[in-house]
């Protein structure tokens, strides 16, 4: 409890959950980004595709392998591998996000001005959001089962929801890449996989 400036006693504000980032060397990273107020902004092929482009272009930009990946209509899950040493995940996941929010602002902007309302803030700094506020998750990966893990858990957030039956049926995942490469929306870098 804190003590105002008249003596009452208020709640303390609410501690903000921070995202630590560890760039270790042969480690992958399991990312999650998830839309403002968790708004499905994705449910659209447009933007799906914002989030394929932007993947493909960061990752060899920064030099990343993908392992795997699906787009859910609110969020979307990434898994991948830093090529290089010494690399920092923030300038990845900072470019990926900007990206597709540009992208889909201004979309918005010139064919839909009213869906603006939407990604509205309230915030005179940033009017717009398309992402929810911070960095997103990043999780390390460091055991190979737990990768394995990852990757299943990955390919199967749209059965779980009820979207598909199975999980290659869902178009926006890597899951179909897995099985045929080339029959996905982008393709993967297995060769580093480690199995």
Known sequence: MLNNSHGAFMEEPPHRKTRETYNTPGEAHELTF????????????????YAINALDRFRKQYSYDLWAFVIMPEHMHVIVYPRDEQYDMSDFLGSVKQSVAKKATFYLRRYNPDGLKYLATGMECAPYAFWMDGPGYDRNVIKPKTLAHMVGYVHNNPVRRGLVQDPEDWYWSSAREWLEPGSGPLSLDLDSYPF
């Open 34 to 49: 998830t839309c403002f107020k968790y708004r499905k902004f994705l449910s659209k092929d447009r933007t799906r595709w």
